[in-house]
């Protein structure tokens, strides 16, 4: 496993408790962790900082996840890593996700260690393309 401690990473999702629980564990990991409780929020700070990584959830009541992650990689391009994260175990999600620019797609609730796993990989990923 690669060293996360200079990770940045914007976590998404309208679920309080999920995100307080997965945040709270991903900064004991020595990641650097930024959260937002919507699509909407999460956009705006977006638009205004950098990451090295979104996680995001798909289904959320303002805007939902898909549609926010087109609008970052219009903003940005995809000089950062998205993982998408969702509760319902739809192929259609999944491939509409992956080809809007998603890198990785994991069902909710996942165990911490799965995404802390893809997080480490999609990271060592970003970390060797910037090298190139």
Request: charge should be negative.
């Amino acid at each position: 496993m690669s060293s996360l401690e200079n990770c940045r990473l914007l976590f998404v999702d309208d679920e309080e408790d999920f995100l307080a629980t997965l945040t709270k564990y991903l900064r004991r990991k020595k990641l650097s962790v930024v959260t937002a409780n919507s699509g909407q929020a999460a956009l705006d700070w977006f638009a205004d900082n950098c990451v090295d990584m979104v996680v995001l959830d798909v289904k959320m009541p303002d805007v939902n996840g898909v549609d926010v992650l087109r609008r970052m990689r219009e903003l940005k391009g995809d000089d950062f890593g998205v993982i998408i994260l969702s509760g319902h175990a739809h192929t259609d999600i999944a491939m509409e996700a992956m080809r809007a620019g998603a890198n990785d797609f994991l069902l909710k609730p996942c165990a911490v260690e799965d995404l802390l796993e893809s997080i480490d990989l999609l990271n060592d990923r970003l970390i060797e393309r910037r090298r190139a």
